[in-house]
T-cell receptor, first 108, second 115 residues
Framework: RKEVEQDPGPFNVPEGATVAFNCTYSNSASQSFFWYRQDCRKEPKLLMSVYSSGNEDGRFTAQLNRASQYISLLIRDSKLSDSATYLCVVNFGNQFYFGTGTSLTVIP | DAGVIQSPRHEVTEMGQEVTLRCKPISGHNSLFWYRQTMMRGLELLIYFNNNVPIDDSGMPEDRFSAKMPNASFSTLKIQPSEPRDSAVYFC?????????????FGPGTRLTVT
């Protein structure tokens, strides 16, 4: 069983739409959680850390459900520039476990 | 602040040649990670160091791969001899393991092509 699982998509949504990604993790003792964004032929870049109480950064909202062991990312009012692959990342000890990513394309 | 620095950005080499990839982590970060990314296998952890000491190298594919971290500001990943199946993007990442959360920052990667 993989440490972190994500729906690979692709998600194709019109501009202005709201889109949500979910991610599940297997280790209940996982300590920190993140969403990364990766553009084509670029490195993964930290989008946001995910806190137990949930957190928001502009149009992006991240939620953590420890009981069900899943993390979510909500993007409101999608922009063309949001098109990318979104990676769910879970930290345990010094190890980071990456999901395979969810591909998003925002269509004009 | 300078981010994680990797060199070279692109490397094209022939099968059998030695390849050395270089990484300078963010100053003050004490953990360094080497990853490999391909379309087929996604992002794979090869090895990571904590305070310059290799902690987990279970992801290193085989003995042809070796990694060193002689000091806190430099690491190398060496492939000798290289093979076409080693073609991939190799990322280096670093993090600080004090305070939470342990946010990991990636370098721009080295795109390796072995012909």
């Amino acid at each position: 069983r993989k440490e972190v699982e994500q729906d690979p998509g692709p998600f194709n949504v019109p501009e202005g739409a709201t889109v949500a990604f979910n991610c599940t993790y297997s280790n209940s003792a996982s300590q920190s959680f993140f969403w990364y964004r990766q553009d084509c032929r670029k490195e993964p870049k930290l989008l946001m850390s995910v806190y137990s109480s949930g957190n928001e950064d502009g149009r992006f909202t991240a939620q953590l459900n420890r009981a069900s062991q899943y993390i979510s990312l909500l993007i409101r009012d999608s922009k063309l520039s949001d098109s990318a692959t979104y990676l769910c990342v879970v930290n345990f000890g010094n190890q980071f476990y990456f999901g395979t990513g969810t591909s998003l394309t925002v269509i004009p | 602040d300078a981010g994680v620095i990797q060199s070279p950005r692109h490397e094209v080499t022939e099968m059998g040649q030695e390849v050395t990839l270089r990484c300078k982590p963010i100053s003050g970060h004490n953990s360094l990670f080497w990853y490999r990314q391909t379309m087929m296998r996604g992002l794979e952890l090869l090895i990571y160091f904590n305070n310059n000491v290799p902690i987990d190298d279970s992801g290193m594919p085989e003995d042809r791969f070796s990694a060193k971290m002689p000091n806190a500001s430099f690491s190398t990943l060496k492939i000798q001899p290289s093979e076409p199946r080693d073609s991939a993007v190799y990322f280096c990442a670093s993090t600080r393991t004090s305070g939470k959360p342990y946010e990991q920052y990636f370098g721009p990667g080295t795109r390796l092509t072995v012909t």
